[in-house]
T-cell receptor, first 114, second 114 residues
């Protein structure tokens, strides 16, 4: 019930194309769904996040689509650029007074071809 | 932009030795975390820390591990009697709030147990 399933494992997209990464969760108590971007040798960096009362959130070229009934959410990267090549992790968390444990998906390695 | 600082960036230790990984979280953050990432795999939760005590820990975080906030700025992870399978990237993170906030991760400490 604590799992977050992410697909695909790897993705190759042409420059200017749309990258789509999908995630699914089981625990309906999760109330915060962030996406992290990780470059080699660096820690994950928060990219964009959504709460379950919203179906879509857009920040620049990055959009999260959220389907609460299906317990699925996805990241869309529009006009993908070579600089977007990184590993992307979806995640889910449930807040509590002592902080919140975040469950990460297995990650998607994105490569954008120039 | 505020950063989470981790030292050292790389630590090599003999099996059975103790190591201390150090972190300086963002100064106005109240919640602190350790995660680990075995090479190429998902980011795994170890422990969350708030108000000078552990608020949650995973099954990975057994008696071999301990955390401490020895002063107002540092947050440390101690691993006693290291094993080969402890080799991983260890990430410290901090967050401003307990609900609906992303983490700021440090760049990690690569621990190699030989």
């Amino acid at each position: 019930q604590q799992q977050v399933k992410q697909s695909p494992q790897s993705l190759i997209v042409q420059k200017g194309g749309i990258s789509i990464i999908n995630c699914a969760y089981e625990n309906t108590a999760f109330d915060y769904f962030p996406w992290y971007q990780q470059f080699p040798g660096k820690g994950p960096a928060l990219l964009i996040a959504i709460r379950p009362d919203v179906s879509e959130k857009k920040e620049g070229r990055f959009t999260i689509s959220f389907n609460k009934s299906a317990k699925q959410f996805s990241l869309h990267i529009m006009d993908s650029q070579p600089g977007d090549s990184a590993t992307y992790f979806c995640a889910a968390s449930k807040g509590n007074t002592g902080g919140f444990k975040t469950i990460f998906g297995a990650g998607t390695r994105l490569f954008v071809k120039a | 932009e505020p950063e989470v600082t981790q030292t050292p960036s790389h630590q090599v230790t003999q099996m059975g030795q103790e190591v201390i990984l150090r972190c300086v979280p963002i100064s106005n953050h109240l919640y602190f975390y350790w995660y680990r990432q075995i090479l190429g795999q998902k980011v795994e939760f170890l422990v969350s820390f708030y108000n000078n005590e552990i608020s949650e820990k995973s099954e990975i975080f057994d008696d071999q591990f301990s955390v401490e906030r020895p002063d107002g700025s540092n947050f440390t992870l101690k691993i006693r009697s290291t094993k080969l399978e402890d080799s991983a990237m260890y990430f410290c993170a901090s967050s401003e709030g307990a609900r609906g906030y992303g983490y700021t991760f440090g760049s990690g400490t690569r621990l190699t147990v030989v």
